[in-house]
């Protein structure tokens, strides 16, 4: 079982950049598939970012803006997103699946969360 905490939340301006962290707990990252979500106030919880060992995917409205990566020695998965815009405004979810062997975008697919870090963009 693992533990995920998300920290470096905030608030910018429009195409100001942040870098989330998702510290991990109990397990090491690099055997689990790793994602980010982000959820707006009365909207579904959607997909941002993934990662499966070497493999990296992107949602169409954050792609070539952000980029999630990992160090394994710090056991922790960092989301970086640049050129915010005002729609991502949200809160950023980390979260962790067991099986490595395909990409996975649904929420349903993945077993633990964080609790969530507050992202605010302003125009």
């Known amino acids: 079982q693992v533990q995920l905490a998300e920290s470096g939340g905030g608030l910018v301006q429009a195409g100001g950049s942040l870098r989330l962290s998702c510290a991990a707990s109990?397990?090491?990252?690099?055997?689990?598939?790793m994602g980010w979500f982000r959820q707006a106030p009365g909207e579904e919880r959607t997909f941002v970012a993934g990662?499966?060992?070497?493999?990296?995917y992107y949602a169409d409205s954050v792609n070539g803006r952000f980029t999630i990566s990992r160090d394994n020695a710090k056991n922790t998965v960092y989301l970086e997103m640049n050129s915010l815009k005002a729609e991502d405004t949200a809160v950023y979810y980390c979260?962790?699946?067991?099986?490595?062997?395909?990409?996975?975008?649904?929420?349903?697919?993945?077993?633990?969360w964080g609790r969530g870090t507050q992202v605010t963009v302003s125009s």
């Open positions: 979260a962790a699946r067991g099986v490595l062997y395909a990409r996975a975008r649904d929420p349903s697919q993945y077993n633990y």
């Open positions: 109990g397990r090491t990252v690099s055997t689990y598939a």
């Open positions: 990662i499966r060992r070497t493999d990296t």
